[in-house]
């Protein structure tokens, strides 16, 4: 037995195509600048969407060295830096005439809060000199001069 062919689940039509077209061409040049400027906003929280997922397997890599916790504590620090390097990359497409100091500075923050999740693990471990006894090497001793006084 033959069966007809499946239905589309929306059939195209003239009308319909040419009301989104012209909705298109219609969209004001301020609606524009709203879309771009959420779209800033969303790029700039991103970084603040992976830190407690950044700062739970931290968590759990442990305080010793391993290759699981050097891999991580890496990643932890080498992909803030390399974000805040490439700012202006991650934005160009959406710059605007009002420029987006606010997004900027907000994706520099949250990226310069996930470098701090790292960096307390590097001294939660016990690698980053923030002891008076880490910098003992450094401390010159005083040698008194000996000798006699007469009496």
Do not use: H
Request: proline share 7%.
């Amino acid at each position: 037995p033959a069966f007809p062919p499946p239905l589309p689940a929306s059939l195209p039509s003239s009308s319909s195509s040419s009301s989104s077209s012209s909705s298109l061409k219609a969209r004001s040049p301020a609606s524009l600048e709203s879309v771009r400027q959420s779209r800033a906003w969303t790029l700039a929280v991103s970084p603040g969407k992976s830190i407690m997922m950044t700062a739970f397997m931290l968590y759990m890599s442990g305080r010793s060295l391993n290759i699981f916790t050097i891999t991580t504590t890496t990643g932890a620090l080498v992909n803030p830096i390399r974000s805040m390097l490439s700012t202006r990359d991650t934005f160009d497409r959406l710059e605007s005439k009002d420029g987006l100091l606010a997004q900027k500075a907000c994706f520099v923050a949250l990226n310069l809060f996930a470098l701090s999740v790292g960096l307390y693990k590097l001294l939660s471990m016990g690698l980053l000199p923030a002891k008076a006894g880490d910098w003992t090497g450094y401390v010159q001793l005083w040698e008194g001069e000996e000798g006699t006084t007469p009496i």
